[in-house]
């Protein structure tokens, strides 16, 4: 469908996300669309078209389309992984995913650490019981953060509260309690004999052959180069943990304690959180817990949450098309792409996925944006700025299932066919655990005129004038018979994979008659072609005494030389200086090459117009935003049971709300510089004071008149600023609340559909 | 011996897959609920505790709901589990107001009531409750009550705190409750 008053060159560009709708043919659509491509690309070039997703791989429509026809200007975002981008460089895995142990291996440990993190909330499925098992085989939770959560609560975790952004304070104070208590015969918590082997940089002693500053960590925890120890009663000021949660948390990580620290990335999804990911494996290193059965400290994300280690079981990856170089290097950050579209310039640093140059700033002139896969109106920081930058270029083209925010706020629309209505597996559902493989079918004929993101690329191609095999080369019906025949599974001695599927001649027959068409060879494996399409998934069968258990860095422990990490020492680097390198070198804020304190921008030290006076400022609460189980991220936020089901309150510490005259259920208005919300309150204790809580991934509705976005959009109140890495930092933004004077909200599940009636 | 449910509200995290299962199995519109799951918090900063309940219908062996029908829709069935039977209803909804745990739920643009079943027809063919299969956590269990008391331990209760006290009504009920889901300074939350 088109806007009513869009047409080529923008039309009345203020209408969008207020206008009518057209329906139009499938056809008119595509000339459209591929002429506003042709007039971005001859008239200014094909930097002027932007793609705002992420990850090229879950959807190379827009990729390889626009690579093919000269390329798109891309957007990078840190998303879920925060500044846990570049911990390579510092030697943990890429992005600091996976790292710890398998879900058996767990069940080892005495001590389990939730560093941040709800996995019941987060990574649904079968996580959360398989960490419950570790719970039940003896082991004790301590969960960290600001927010006593459904997990914490479910595992009776000890609950060491810390402000968001504040992490490394605590965690700073964490190390200094541990060198201050430890003595290697009375009192032993610090596995030296790990520190000297496996990491450099701690001391004066083991610095990095490349350090140039001639500064270490030790020394800079004790207060040598900023007249500062870092003890538990400086961090406590900013972090709010109590001194002694902070001593017994240090005494909890000693060498003689079996510890596997689990981290999500609610931490690192922070301004100035660079040094975060770095800090929390120094201290697991300090207690030498990697590498050992009940020892780790690595991920906790999505499929991996609590379960580490390679596939067992995955499906088949050749039905990936090849993924082609995009011909243009305009790479933007999410927290600065609206003000690189509105301002005509933004600042081009190293890069999390291409290059690592620092090219400093460059001019852009963004025309056509392009969203496919991901609504990054309400997934990019700053929402309203977003809406601001979309009335402002020529031609918004959507890929969408349903009227998500990106819909609401473009000129053509195209409607996507869901997983259920093709036979294809579409980007997650390839992703669910090391030990199940799910091998999805169509189960609906497509509905109304939906199409798929491929055909649509096809039919572009054409009238751009390219082969769509070029783009294309292997066609979606090859791609998900690749998808089940080249699945592989652990063999049973763990060493090697080996084919899932057995396939007969018969077999490719039957495909081609019935599912689709495709090329195949007979193969032998586990089970029949015909089987898995029926039953749609495969699973190992797991025991504690398998082959399949996992132990990170267990090769790397046993032989440090041999197997080095992918760190320029090859050991953890607790002084890293191609980190601190690549960060300062992007401009936007400094660290030094081992964990440091850094004011955070918007974090809590600036609640206070005057913080050593602590005299409050403007907005003088930190809003945070967690995963919500009523949509996946900004996915399905439109589902009636769902939203019957999960309300999306804003939640607030009671005492806060008593304090203001806010009662449970009463409508309140929250606000910051860069938008409003309103959302039901939610009263808890479990939650820090002074801290707020709004969960992630509402679709904004914003009113025209008022500004007011009623739906509760995160992004609404998040800063489209950044620091570091260019971190879109989702938990640290400030606000302030009241009691909401207008009319109160009605609840969500009462709303009108988001449908669209036509002219 | 009776047939109800059992749960386990020390492996409950409240994420109402049960509740929407229950839904999709029922296909019940926004607004009618044969299972529902409610959040209570207990205790002060910082030392709060959450815990999430799942009701649905309770399958009474002395219901209310079943002596108050002036039609015999509200019956039970010959595995003693409360049926109801659509075609004799007069949607006079004297069960909705007899039964404490607002299990009966009244459909106006039927005119009829309507209340969890206990998925007697997916029983019938051999297999669990939707609600109970749905269950991440495998915290839902439905039986013979006497066989789940032996399965899961004496510390087994019929009512806590938030439920009204129905113990005249002999709900079909086993919980293994949270310890702080005993306290009496819980207050109902939106989670």
């Known amino acids: 469908m088109k806007r009513k008053h869009w047409e080529p060159g923008g039309g009345n560009k203020e209408l969008r996300g207020r206008d009518e709708w057209v329906r139009i043919s499938w056809d008119e659509a595509l000339d459209y669309i591929a002429d506003g491509l042709k007039d971005a690309k001859e008239n200014y070039g094909n930097n002027s078209i932007l793609a705002p997703t992420f990850f090229a791989a879950a959807s190379n429509f827009f990729h390889n389309l626009l690579s093919a026809y000269g390329g798109y200007t891309f957007l990078e975002d840190t998303g879920s992984f925060g500044s846990f981008w570049f911990a390579h460089l510092y030697g943990l895995p890429p992005k600091g995913y996976e790292g710890a142990n398998d879900r058996m291996d767990l069940r080892k440990a005495e001590t389990v650490v939730l560093y941040g993190g709800n996995p019941a909330w987060a990574s649904t499925g079968n996580r959360t019981y398989n960490m419950m098992q570790v719970k039940k085989a003896g082991a004790n939770f301590i969960y960290v953060g600001p927010e006593y959560n459904v997990s914490a609560n479910l595992f009776d975790a000890k609950w060491i509260r810390v402000r968001p952004g504040t992490d490394t304070a605590f965690l700073l104070a964490v190390v200094y309690t541990m060198l201050k208590e430890d003595d290697p015969v009375s009192n032993p918590i610090i ?36 007249g500062q120890p870092k003890t538990p009663e400086w961090a406590s000021e900013i972090c709010g943990t109590p001194v002694e949660d902070i001593v017994w948390y240090a005494r909890e990580m000693r060498k003689d304690k079996k510890v596997s620290i689990l981290h999500s990335y609610a931490p690192s999804r922070c301004n100035n959180a660079e040094s975060f990911p770095q800090l929390l494996m120094a201290i697991a290193a300090m207690g030498g817990h990697f590498g050992k059965p009940g020892h780790s400290c690595g991920g906790m994300h999505d499929q991996q949450a609590g379960n580490c280690g390679p596939p067992l079981v995955y499906a088949g990856t050749n039905y990936d098309m090849p993924e082609l170089p995009n011909p243009v290097d305009d790479i933007i950050y999410a927290p600065e792409v609206w003000d690189a579209i509105l301002e005509g310039k933004y600042n081009r640093t190293a890069t999390l996925t291409r290059d690592l140059n620092n090219e400093g700033m460059r001019d852009i002139d963004i025309r056509v944006i392009y969203h496919v896969c991901r609504d990054a109106l309400a997934a990019v920081v700053g929402t309203n700025k977003g809406i601001e ?326 992004n609404t109140l998040c800063a489209p600023v950044a620091t570091g890495i260019g971190v879109s930092g989702y938990n640290t933004n400030l606000v302030d609340f009241e009691k909401y004077k207008g009319d109160p909200l009605t609840p969500d599940h009462l709303w009108p559909l988001r449908v669209i009636n036509y002219l | 011996m ?94 909705v107001w007899n039964c404490p745990y607002e299990a009966p739920q009244y459909i106006d643009e039927l005119n009829i009531v309507k209340k969890c079943d206990s998925c007697k027809d997916i029983r019938d063919a051999g297999e669990n409750p939707a609600c109970v299969d749905a269950c991440p956590m495998r915290c839902l269990e439905f039986g013979d009550l006497d066989e789940l008391r032996k399965k899961h331990g004496a510390d087994l209760v019929t009512s806590i705190p938030i439920l009204p006290t129905s113990s005249s009504l002999k709900p079909s009920i086993l919980i293994k409750p949270r310890s702080y889901a005993l306290e009496l300074d819980f207050v109902e939350k939106e989670v």
């Not at chain 1, 000297?196 to 180069?225: C, Q, R, W």
């Not at chain 1, 004011?599 to 005299?615: A, C, M, P, Q």
């Open chain 1, 389 to 714: 930058a979309h009335r402002k270029v020529d031609l918004v083209v959507a890929h969408t299932l349903s009227l998500n925010s990106v819909a609401q706020y473009a000129d053509i629309v195209l409607p996507i066919a869901t997983q259920w209505e093709i036979q294809y597996d579409q980007g997650y559902l390839r992703q669910t655990s090391r030990e199940f493989q799910m091998f999805p079918s169509q189960i609906t004929e497509p509905l109304y005129e939906v199409q798929t993101d491929q055909w649509i690329g096809e039919e572009l191609a054409k009238r751009l004038g390219m082969d769509p095999k070029i783009p294309f080369p292997v066609s979606l019906e090859q791609r998900y018979y690749d998808f089940f025949a080249g699945a592989q599974v652990i063999n049973e001695a763990g060493t090697d994979y080996e084919n899932l599927v057995t396939v007969t001649e018969d077999d490719i027959v039957w495909w081609n008659q019935n599912v689709g068409k495709a090329e195949g060879k007979p193969q032998q494996g586990r089970i029949g072609l015909k089987q898995l399409k029926e039953v749609g998934f495969y699973q190992v069968p797991r025991s504690e005494d398998d082959n399949y258990g996992h132990i990170s860095y267990e090769e790397f422990v046993k032989d440090p030389g041999g197997n080095p990490l992918s760190s320029k020492s090859g050991k953890f680097e607790i002084y890293c200086q191609s980190y601190a390198d690549v960060i300062n070198g992007m401009g936007r804020s400094k660290i030094k090459p081992y964990p440091a304190y850094a004011r955070v921008l918007n974090g809590y030290e600036e609640s206070f117009s005057d913080f050593d006076k602590r005299i409050k400022g403007d907005y003088p609460y930190q809003i945070f935003n967690v995963h919500y189980l009523r949509r996946a991220d900004t996915a399905y936020d439109n589902i009636p049971w769902l939203k019957e089901a999960w309300t999306s309150p804003v939640f607030i510490n009671t005492q806060d709300a008593i304090e203001k005259g806010v009662k449970d259920g009463d409508t309140v208005l929250v606000w910051n510089q860069y938008g409003k919300i309103l959302r039901r309150a939610s009263l808890t204790n479990r939650l820090m004071p002074g801290c707020i809580n709004l969960p992630n991934g509402a679709w904004p509705e914003i009113e025209e008149d008022t500004g007011i976005d009623k739906a509760g959009g995160a």
């Open chain 1, 191 to 226: 596995d030296w004999d790990f520190l000297n082997s496996y990491t450099v940089g701690f001391d004066a002693e083991h610095m990095p052959a490349d350090a140039k500053l001639d500064e270490n960590f030790k020394d800079y925890i004790l207060g040598k180069y900023d």
């Open chain 2, 2 to 95: 009776a047939l109800g449910f059992y749960l386990d509200m020390t492996m409950c995290i409240g994420c109402r897959a049960c509740q929407v299962a229950c839904k999709d199995k029922n296909n019940l519109r926004v607004g009618i609920l044969f299972r529902n799951v409610h959040n209570y918090e207990t205790g002060a900063y910082p030392n709060s505790k959450l815990y999430h309940y799942s009701s649905a219908c309770y399958h009474c062996t002395d219901a209310k709901c079943v002596k108050g029908c002036p039609t015999g829709a509200m019956h039970y069935a010959k595995d003693g589990t409360v049926q109801h039977d659509d075609e004799l209803c007069i949607g006079c909804q004297y069960c």
